[in-house]
């Protein structure tokens, strides 16, 4: 009896023991990983090492200097409304039509608020289109050293969304012209503004895309894509580079919200610069024109019909018989595959080579008609006066 009691007794303390040495070891492994440092980094440590280092670049020279030439623009303009509370009701439009003399309208005042760069020391400022609207009558430019100045409208581009403000103050801090066609997609840069009339915002992100076009922002497009954040009130500011060079006027968001989603849009610094140089010398944007050309982009189906291998370039729809297009041989149904050299893939494209073609030029037109290739030579004129 006495042995099996100490038989007992000795198993217990056993596994008493036994269960010491065993959380001991557990808790001497829990205490090793926690403070001992690994041999090596995980693979997703070692992969985020160099986002990291991006990510903490230093801007803020550049945004110092770069923030002293972006202003906040805001356009009083007078948008005409009809004074029947029925008058957008579109029943109601469909029965009396458009016409205000029923009713009568009043002038109902609207303030459009965005940015501005300044691009000269005397004064000229850039900015959107839209900023300024169709029917302005005030505008005022308030400068990052609070002063609040009217501003003169120069001139506008809509098919760009280019304006061009003058005010009468000389010595400013300018943003200076870079070379858009230098930028590279994945390279850094700021976009500067004042978004929900926050003065001097800046936002950091990378080119996403060059080229862009068919986004219906304007007539004429070839938008840089970035991430950086541009939002309400951003229109018309700085998209600068690390350097601190103007590469980009920020026009417009592609978003289902309404707010920032990442995709954002800036007219390139080439092409703002030779509208705002049009505009100072001439008030308006002179462009090629080979007459009245309507395009459409051409689908498989008329492709196949048209003798095309392929749906690139941009089928004449309709032209009109005095057109310098028609007058040299262009004809409805003709597949524009070719402008002076250039390929043409999309409607777009040839608006655009339109547009930059010197005045007085000829140039050359490569035609698909009946699966047969064709250049024909047609004259450019000046766009101003045709519509």
């Known amino acids: 009896m006495i042995r099996r009691v100490l038989l007992s007794l000795v198993l217990v303390v056993a596994g008493f023991a036994a269960g010491l040495v065993v959380t001991g070891r557990m808790r001497t492994a829990a205490d090793s990983r926690a403070e001992a440092p690994p041999a090596s980094p995980a693979p997703d440590q070692r992969a985020a090492a160099p986002a990291t280092m991006a990510i903490g670049a230093d801007f803020t020279g550049v945004a110092a200097r770069a923030v002293k030439g972006v202003a906040n623009i805001s356009s009083l303009q007078v948008v005409r409304t009809r004074s029947s509370p029925l008058g957008n009701d579109p029943i109601f439009r469909y029965f009396f039509g458009d016409d205000d003399t029923m009713f009568g309208a009043r002038d109902r005042r609207s303030l459009s608020l965005g940015s501005g760069v300044i691009v000269s020391t005397d004064g000229y400022v850039v900015t959107n289109n839209h900023v300024v609207g169709e029917n302005m009558r005030e505008i005022t430019v308030a400068l990052p050293d609070k002063r609040e100045v009217h501003g003169k409208l120069v001139g506008t581009d809509p098919a760009t969304d280019i304006a061009l403000i003058k005010i009468n103050i000389t010595g400013l801090p300018v943003v200076q012209w870079g070379d858009s066609d230098q930028l590279k997609v994945g390279e850094w840069v700021l976009a500067i503004g004042s978004p929900y009339q926050l003065n001097q915002t800046v936002t950091a992100g990378i080119v996403s895309a060059t080229g862009r076009r068919g986004l219906g922002f304007a007539d004429y497009e070839d938008f840089i894509q970035t991430d950086a954040a541009i939002n309400r009130g951003n229109s018309g500011g700085a998209l600068i580079n690390a350097r601190g060079e103007l590469v980009g006027i920020n026009t417009g968001i592609f978003s289902e919200s309404g707010g920032y989603q990442g995709i954002g849009f800036a007219v390139p610094s080439k092409l703002a610069r030779h509208v705002v140089d049009e505009l100072k010398a ?26 095309a291998k392929n749906t690139n370039g941009a089928l004449v729809a309709r032209i009109g018989r005095t057109s310098e297009a028609y007058l040299a041989g262009i004809k409805p149904g003709d597949i524009v595959v070719g402008f002076n050299g250039q390929t043409v893939n999309e409607p777009s494209d040839l608006s655009r080579f339109v547009d930059d073609a010197k005045i007085g030029s000829t140039v050359t037109m490569t035609v698909i008609r009946d699966g047969r290739k064709l250049d024909i030579r047609v004259p450019v004129v000046s766009s101003a006066g045709r519509q």
């Open 282 to 307: 001439y008030g308006a944007v002179r462009r090629g024109s080979i007459g009245n050309v309507s395009v459409e982009k051409l689908t498989p189906d008329m492709a196949e019909e048209l003798g």
